[in-house]
């Protein structure tokens, strides 16, 4: 587990937030939202996106924020499982096609209260159909946000991580998320040119 206590920057208004200034990183970034921060308010979600082309692949990024009461381990699944099913590949095509995507779902759980949360998130990381579920939990409160642990992923979750720790202010330098993505096209386009010779071969023969 990594926890994060970022510092308030001096420009950012007094009431803000770790939630609302990732918000206000995603407009600077290129993402873009059809709510408001009044639906924010009243509703206690908004969903930021950002078209991807990484190579001859398209993709998404996404950014759910999700207001959330008494988080616990049963919430923290469940919500993890209805934003899996919402955003993997589905049909036979899209499935089929789903190396060639790349969608990066990050659920902010945005908890109540003033209580410090130890969740270990690495076990509801998950890569289905295409895309890469992340849970993030922030508590505005204290100023705490928690992600999975770099440690325990495996390399096309690592540098997604790191994209969300460059977002918050603990790295300097931009991340490319997408580098795996990239690598796993070429092999997989190595992998069925090979496919192909093989079956020209026993053709010929």
Request: glycine residues 6%; hydrophobic residues 40%.
């Amino acid at each position: 587990m990594q926890e994060l206590k970022a510092e308030r920057p001096p420009e950012s208004p007094s009431d803000s937030d770790p939630a609302g200034r990732l918000m206000a990183r995603l407009t600077e970034e290129g993402f873009t939202t059809e709510s408001t921060e009044e639906d924010w308010r009243s509703y206690g979600e908004i969903i930021f996106r950002r078209a991807e082309k990484i190579s001859f692949a398209s993709g998404e990024t996404t950014f759910i924020f999700t207001r959330v009461h008494d988080l616990n381990e049963r919430i923290l699944r469940q919500t993890s499982e209805s934003v899996v099913n919402t955003y993997k590949a589905r049909g036979v095509a899209g499935k089929a096609l789903s190396v060639l995507q790349s969608t990066t779902v990050y659920h902010c759980l945005v908890a109540d209260g003033d209580q410090p949360h130890n969740d270990l998130l690495t076990g509801y990381v998950t890569r289905a159909g295409g895309a890469t579920f992340i849970p993030v939990i922030i508590v505005p409160e204290i100023n705490q946000v928690i992600y999975p642990d770099l440690e325990e992923k495996v390399a096309s979750v690592r540098p997604r991580v790191e994209y969300l720790q460059y977002l918050l202010g603990e790295r300097r330098e931009t991340v490319d998320m997408h580098r795996p993505t990239v690598q796993a096209i070429w092999v997989g386009i190595g992998a069925v040119v090979l496919l192909l010779l093989l079956i020209l071969i026993t053709l010929l023969h």
